[in-house]
């Protein structure tokens, strides 16, 4: 199938040994090709290490929108969305990361657990990890609409139009387009703030856009649930992040490629 690649910045926490593993979705920007680069030494090629954590080796995704704008205006993109997870948890995506299958752990196709908008929910015009994480817990205490958490539970919140988020001191549409993360090695969550800027389009739709990322931030929380635990490369960074915004077509939606350490390159 054709390959769409479409150049884009680099993982914007690429320095080795990065002491915080939790990686981002960067902003897509050209590369600066007139930059001085003689002083800077070449990075080691990407080779991803299992570090023995856990993986979501059967994924269950569940959406979760907040505000009341994906009842109205981005309805159509809500069900757009789930229906790419609904898709792409069962496509050769999910083929392709069986390299990394690991002790007690072999990744197959996943399902889509169901979703839930939370349109009483009217976030303020910037909010933090701490309130994505507060919401997430809250959201799953209430019982019923949200399945509690399990082993292979991944929860997806999608963020409304004009909504900011911050998360390790950058702000979304400025440092990061999304990003995944856990709570208490039990909550598994990818945080997705709406694509409000070229940084986050990239010349792409916004259904594209919000694919491209989810797909991501999919793979890497199948593959490095518990940031830094599961498949990761000390300067690279997430299976994701070293092919960041490379993206191409599986059927009618767009996904990002993915690091294979088998073949040595992104597919």
Known sequence: ??????????????????????????????????????????????????????????????????????????????????????????????????EYDAPNYKIEHGKFAGSVTLASLAPAPSVTDAWIRKTLNTAIAGGGSVPKPSSNLLYFLYLPPGVTLVQGGGRSCQAFCGYHDHISKKVFYAAMPFPNCNGCLGGLSQLDALTSTSSHELCEAITDPIPGTGWYDDVHGEIGDICAWEDRRIGTHTVQLEWSNTQRRCR
């Open 1 to 98: 199938m054709p390959t769409k690649k479409t150049r884009r910045a680099p993982v914007a926490r690429a320095a080795a040994r990065d002491p915080d593993p939790i990686r981002i979705v960067p902003i897509a920007a050209p590369r600066d090709l007139t930059a001085h680069t003689a002083a800077v030494p070449a990075a080691p090629p990407p080779s991803l290490t299992y570090r023995g954590g856990p993986l979501l080796a059967a994924v269950r995704v569940f959406t979760i929108y907040i505000g009341a704008a994906w009842t109205g205006h981005q309805k159509k993109l809500a069900s757009e969305l789930d229906a790419f997870f609904k898709f792409v948890l069962g496509s050769e995506l999910i083929d392709q990361l069986a």
